[in-house]
């Protein structure tokens, strides 16, 4: 397994940015989950917090961990194009640089906490392109964030004053079409447990694929090193 620290320049940023992937040796374009952070993270939080890398190499998946800052994976209404950059520049620069399989069988999207967030509204987003998707503790209703007065800079540079339908992940549930299988796992002394149990009733009922994973545990790594595995072996992959 290659962990390569990539520095590329975005042209949707109009600025240089990193992401941080691991890629099999062995395997002969191999499939590929894009891995994303939460919000007090960057591209190095999953390979310094968990044995992610293990865990791929053992799967024979390659994983790409972009850097999103506090973008709550939106085109920030007073910032950057991060949700253009990771759901459409980043997959054409990953292929560009590795031989990774292209399908839409062999990709996959995880994250936690924001990046869960940002992990279903992809596969939300865009059901074509991807066979799965998972949320760990996600922060799948950021209505919740308008009464935060510590999120209020980060609210305000995302979303301005209104979350508008393509960031809301409860309206995306009534629009999208053929998505695939949903993970939603989270730890049920979370602050966000609720969230997470009205999204899996609402994407249950509108008939979608869910996998629900409420275990013991808080909003922690310990919690989060444990679930990617499961996620990992729930995804369905090619087995050799």
């Known amino acids: ?24 040796q062995e395997v002969e374009n191999p499939p590929v989950l894009y891995l994303l952070h939460g ?29 999103v800052h506090h973008s709550f994976y939106t085109d920030e209404v007073h910032g950057h194009a991060y ?23 062999d990709t996959f999207a995880a994250g936690l906490s924001m990046g869960g967030y940002g992990a279903v509204k992809l596969a939300l987003s865009h059901p074509e392109r991807y066979a799965a998707a998972a949320s760990l503790s996600g922060t799948l209703d950021i209505h919740y964030m308008a009464d935060r007065e510590d999120r209020a800079e980060i609210w305000h540079r995302a979303f301005d004053e209104v979350i508008q339908p393509p960031n809301d992940l409860f309206a995306l549930l009534g629009e999208a079409s053929s998505v695939p299988p949903l993970y939603v796992g989270c730890g049920t002394e979370d ?9 899996i009733a609402a994407a249950t009922a509108a008939g979608l694929d869910v996998t629900a994973d409420l275990r013991p545990g808080d909003h922690e790594w310990s919690l989060w090193d444990a679930m990617i595995q499961d996620v990992i072996a729930w995804l369905p992959l090619r087995r050799a």
């Open 1 to 24: 397994m290659a962990l390569l620290t990539c520095h590329v320049e975005s042209d949707v940023l109009a600025l240089a940015t990193t992401f941080t992937a691991f890629v099999p």
């Open 39 to 67: 919000l007090t993270d960057d591209h190095t939080a999953w390979a310094r917090a968990t044995s992610i890398e293990r865990y791929a190499d053992e799967a024979g998946l390659a994983v790409v961990m972009p850097s």
């Open 83 to 105: 949700w253009t950059y990771v759901s459409e520049e980043l997959p054409g620069l990953v292929r560009s640089l590795f031989r990774l399989s292209d399908r839409p069988e």
């Open 191 to 199: 602050g966000l447990v609720d969230a997470n149990e009205r999204f």
